[in-house]
């Protein structure tokens, strides 16, 4: 049995990729993919079926390098918003299944170290609750 059903924390949002020029990536993912660009402004450009769906996100991060995959000198560079319905609440919850606490307001790193962060649900979003 999953339990972890039983206890969910919160939901898919963003998978966020950074990258030196967002609005130039996101519109290769809109070409890519058919889909539009659903909210941008000058660091962070979304892509998503439409303004109220969780989609693909854009972060610009300043010097970022390309990966290297599968060279480890430069590893891959993504990571997971998930939503909560409080990040506050939801932070321990996270540590209480094998998360750490990273560096930043409501950052933290999967078992294997993989950043993620609780983003607060957005209005257009349905409450979270146990049950799908």
């Known amino acids: 049995s999953h339990d972890s059903i039983d206890s969910m924390i ?8 950074d990258c030196p020029d967002p609005p130039a990536l996101a519109t290769f993912y809109s070409s ?4 539009p660009v ?3 402004d000058d660091d962070w450009v979304v892509v998503a079926v439409n303004e109220t769906t969780s989609g693909l996100a854009f972060q610009r991060a300043p010097g ?7 060279d480890p000198e430069v590893p891959q560079q993504i990571h ?8 506050a609440t939801a932070g321990p919850q996270v540590l ?14 999967d078992p294997a170290g993989h950043p993620f962060c609780l983003i607060r649900r957005p209005r257009w979003a349905p409450p ?4 799908p």
Do not use: C, F
């Open 10 to 17: 919160g939901r898919m949002h963003h998978v966020v990729l």
């Open 96 to 109: 209480a299944i094998g998360a750490v606490k990273l560096d930043g307001q409501d950052v933290y790193g």
């Open 38 to 40: 659903t909210y941008q």
């Open 128 to 131: 979270i609750s146990a049950t």
């Open 80 to 87: 997971l918003d998930i939503m909560v319905e409080d990040p």
């Open 64 to 70: 970022n390098r390309p990966s290297t995959w599968p």
């Open 32 to 35: 890519l993919l058919g889909l």
